[in-house]
T-cell receptor, first 112, second 112 residues
């Protein structure tokens, strides 16, 4: 069963615009991660935010975490055509050493 | 580092045949994960190993699926007999903990 659910399922924007994707989860977590998957490729880790953190930045990425609402958002600023991909949130099950559970992803299309 | 290596990259087989997928994790990683990705069900965890020991195989669909990890540098996922509904992309991932996972390129399996 899915722990994380991304919203929206699909997003189309123009280059230079910002893209925001949301993730909701069901149970308590130790950390939440975001991954990117380009078409036909494996997933690539983007960023990890711990349960005691509220916001984290990495380059053009900004992730927020609200544990009271069990939700997270990924913001990509000044998007580029190369950002076109599917984005997944992944959560653990609240226990260190357990596997991750991935949502179904948001498909982002950035047109030039 | 070569990253996670999977073989074959593509496999086309007929219903009833045995299929073996292979994975070489990143050297030094002690956790290995097998996932299956389909449009309908998204990315599903099948099984994962810590230090070559299967920890959670609750995601393995049925007895037709089996996975082994005879040593720290090799794992197999076997389907016997295969069925058309097994068609999917199978990913192997490895990590040093259950946090950041590094994915292989995947094996695209088609069962006719």
């Amino acid at each position: 069963s899915q722990q994380g659910e991304e919203d929206p399922q699909a997003l189309s924007i123009q280059e230079g615009e910002n893209a925001t994707m949301n993730c909701s989860y069901k149970t308590s977590i130790n950390n939440l991660q975001w991954y990117r998957q380009n078409s036909g490729r494996g997933l690539v880790h983007l960023i990890l935010i711990r349960s005691n953190e509220r916001e984290k930045h990495s380059g053009r990425l900004r992730v927020t975490l609200d544990t009271s609402k069990k939700s997270s958002s990924l913001l990509i600023t000044a998007s580029r055509a190369a950002d076109t991909a599917s984005y997944f949130c992944a959560t653990d099950r609240g226990q260190a050493g357990t596997a991750l559970i991935f949502g179904k992803g948001t498909t982002l299309s950035v047109s030039s | 580092d070569a990253g996670v290596i999977q073989s074959p990259r593509h496999e086309v087989t007929e219903m009833g045949q045995e299929v073996t997928l292979r994975c070489k994790p990143i050297s030094g990683h002690n956790s290995l994960f097998w996932y299956r990705q389909t449009m309908m069900r998204g990315l599903e965890l099948l099984i994962y190993f810590n230090n070559n020991v299967p920890i959670d195989d609750s995601g393995m669909p049925e007895d037709r699926f089996s996975a082994k990890m005879p040593n720290a540098s090799f794992s197999t996922l076997k389907i016997q007999p295969s069925e058309p509904r097994d068609s999917a992309v199978y990913f192997c991932a490895s990590s040093t903990s259950a946090h950041t996972q590094y994915f292989g390129p995947g094996t695209r399996l088609t069962v006719l």
